[in-house]
């Protein structure tokens, strides 16, 4: 997992840097930061911050070139996984609560990215955590998508409120709504539909899914080994609709590890769980020390 973002960020490291190569040095990291599905903004973003930190330094008489790098490096990569506001779920729920009335959040992503199960995953963890909560079966658009979501859902032991095929997406989360602050639910999980951000009926239909639900939490799910597809993703649910967290799937997967990187730098908005598997244990909270941990390794001095 992220093994060449983390390479990359070795071989910089490890760099023989002086004031004659500098610019050079930071043209090469940036370029294999973009192979690395680093967007190019957040990837000039972070060799711009480097050049700036070394602005002052005379490079050559560093006593420890390696160090410093890494140092900076961590620090830049710290505040762009830091978001402008951070998140704890199982608080905010709690909070909620304690005024009677369910936690509503709303679920948003293209087909693909897992969203449907990643709700599942959610309501799986949830109820670790002695937090009931009841789904909104609020892709209409396509029957697969409601008996997908009752598939996963079912397997969890959490209950679906469903309409009919092609019913109004926003009616239905109402009804999830009404149904959670009848039987004291804790939490409403809403998934909508998964087509395109190019969809302008789509979100229309989203935007409506909002006004009418008044989420606690609107979140962006991204496949994170679509790489700037899913960066372009979540910019336009967030122009249009707006969001208020990310989950990113299949990090597991993931060798590269940009995509994390530009979703935290450009929405600034958290990260609050990764997909790791297939099973429904597998979601976990995002650990923003261990990933940084992950793609910088340890300071070797």
């Given at each position: 997992?992220?093994?060449?973002?983390?390479?990359?960020?070795?071989?910089?490291?490890?760099?023989?840097?002086?004031?004659?190569?500098?610019?050079?040095?930071?043209?090469?990291?940036?370029?294999?930061l973009i192979?690395?599905?680093?967007?190019?903004?957040?990837?000039?973003?972070?060799?711009?911050?480097?050049?700036?930190?070394?602005?002052?330094?005379q490079i050559g008489l560093l006593s420890s070139r390696k160090r410093y790098l890494f140092d900076i490096l961590k620090g830049i990569i710290t505040e762009i996984l830091t978001p402008e506001k951070d998140i704890d779920l199982i608080e905010e729920i709690r909070k909620k609560n304690e005024k009677g009335q369910p936690y509503v959040m709303v679920f948003l992503g293209v087909n693909g990215t897992g969203k449907t199960t990643t709700i599942?995953?959610?309501?799986y963890y949830l109820k670790k955590h002695n937090i009931s909560s009841v789904a909104s079966a609020s892709d209409t658009f396509r029957a697969a998508a409601i008996e997908q979501l009752t598939y996963h859902m079912n397997n969890v032991g959490i209950r679906v409120i469903k309409h009919e095929y092609k019913s109004d997406p926003a009616s239905v989360a109402y009804d999830a709504i009404n149904h959670a602050s009848a039987?004291?639910?804790?939490?409403?999980?809403?998934?909508?539909?998964?087509?395109?951000?190019?969809?302008?009926?789509?979100?229309?239909?989203?935007?409506?899914?909002?006004?009418?639900?008044?989420?606690?939490?609107?979140?962006?799910?991204?496949?994170?080994?679509?790489?700037?597809?899913?960066?372009?993703?979540?910019?336009?649910?967030?122009?249009n609709v707006g969001i208020d967290a990310n989950?990113?799937?299949?990090?597991?997967?993931?060798?590269?590890?940009?995509?994390?990187?530009?979703?935290?730098?450009?929405?600034?908005?958290?990260?609050?769980?990764?997909?790791?598997?297939?099973?429904?244990?597998?979601?976990?909270?995002?650990?923003?020390?261990?990933?940084?941990?992950?793609?910088?390794?340890?300071?070797?001095?």
């Open positions: 997992m992220l093994e060449k973002l983390k390479s990359t960020f070795s071989i910089f490291v490890k760099k023989t840097l002086s004031e004659e190569n500098l610019d050079k040095t930071l043209g090469e990291l940036n370029l294999l192979s690395n599905d680093v967007a190019t903004e957040t990837a000039d973003q972070i060799t711009s911050k480097i050049k700036e930190s070394l602005r002052n330094e599942a995953k959610l309501a039987k004291k639910i804790d939490v409403v999980l809403v998934d909508t539909a998964g087509r395109q951000v190019s969809n302008k009926n789509l979100m229309i239909e989203m935007q409506k899914i909002v006004r009418v639900a008044d989420p606690d939490l609107v979140v962006f799910v991204g496949d994170s080994l679509a790489g700037n597809d899913a960066l372009n993703q979540a910019k336009e649910f967030n122009r989950i990113l799937t299949k990090l597991d997967a993931d060798t590269k590890g940009g995509s994390a990187l530009s979703i935290s730098c450009e929405t600034r908005k958290p990260i609050i769980f990764v997909g790791t598997g297939q099973k429904y244990d597998d979601l976990k909270p995002f650990d923003r020390d261990f990933f940084i941990s992950s793609i910088l390794g340890t300071n070797e001095g």
